[in-house]
């Protein structure tokens, strides 16, 4: 089956610490990103990349950090210098030559203590 | 700068009644393109239905259709014969450029609850 993988699902960090998460893909899309989540905010865009080796930030970048160094995999770094990390974490991937539909994977639950 | 609004945080609605969810939108960009997603308490995103900014007919997906209007930058989701698995958030996006390759603007979301 087609989709993108999410892991881990729930992850706990304590403040001050790095934390990466891990984010694959076998649709073959070119397009990836990187969304966070907060209660009443909807969904807000941290970094893109339209192809391997490329990304570029979004809106609220500040404190994360992506690689592109395969076509499948976009993992994200939430690093000790985002402020405020506790959030929903969602990854998408979307075929750019069409509608732009974004594929979601389940999403990453972090909690800093 | 692109911008979605969803006026109603909350709505409770009675089973097998019709649902209108209200999204507005503001962008510069002719060519654009408007999404509903869901999102039930698990937390995955579903994509619901698309209209594109020069599609002349309203999209229509099954029990869902996009009422498309355009001169008022309109694009309210509705539902027919609400089902008691249709209680989740619902979510309307905007892409703004050629081909979606810089993602989609999400609006906050309307928290939808069918009543049995």
């Known amino acids: 089956d087609g989709g993108i993988t999410q892991s881990p699902k729930y992850l706990f960090r304590k403040e001050g610490q790095n934390v990466t998460l891990s984010c694959e893909q076998n649709l073959n899309h070119d397009a990836m990103y990187w969304y966070r989540q907060d209660p009443g905010q909807g969904l807000r865009l941290i970094y893109y990349?339209?192809?391997?080796?490329?990304?570029q930030k979004g809106d609220i970048a500040e404190g994360y950090s992506v690689s592109r160094e395969k076509k499948e995999s976009f993992p994200l770094t939430v690093t000790s210098a985002q402020k405020n990390p506790t959030a929903f974490y969602l990854c998408?991937?979307?075929?750019?030559?069409?509608?732009?539909?974004?594929?979601f994977g389940e999403g990453s639950r972090l909690t800093v203590l | 700068a692109q911008k979605i609004t969803q006026t109603q945080p909350g709505m409770f609605v009675q089973e097998k009644e019709a649902v209108t969810l209200d999204c507005t939108y503001d962008t510069s960009d002719p060519s654009y393109g408007l999404f509903w997603y869901k999102q039930p308490s698990s937390g995955e995103m579903i994509f619901l239905i698309y209209?594109?900014?020069?599609?002349?007919q309203n999209a229509t997906e099954g029990r869902y259709s996009l009422n498309f209007q355009k001169a008022r930058k309109s694009a309210n989701l509705v539902i027919s014969a609400s089902q008691l698995g249709d209680s989740a958030m619902y979510f309307c996006a905007l892409r703004y450029s050629g081909g979606g390759a810089d993602g989609l603007t999400f609006g906050k979301g309307t928290h939808l609850i069918i009543q049995p």
């Open positions: 990349s339209q192809i391997v080796n490329d990304f």
């Open positions: 998408a991937s979307s075929d750019r030559h069409y509608t732009g539909e974004l594929f």
């Open positions: 209209q594109g900014s020069y599609d002349q």
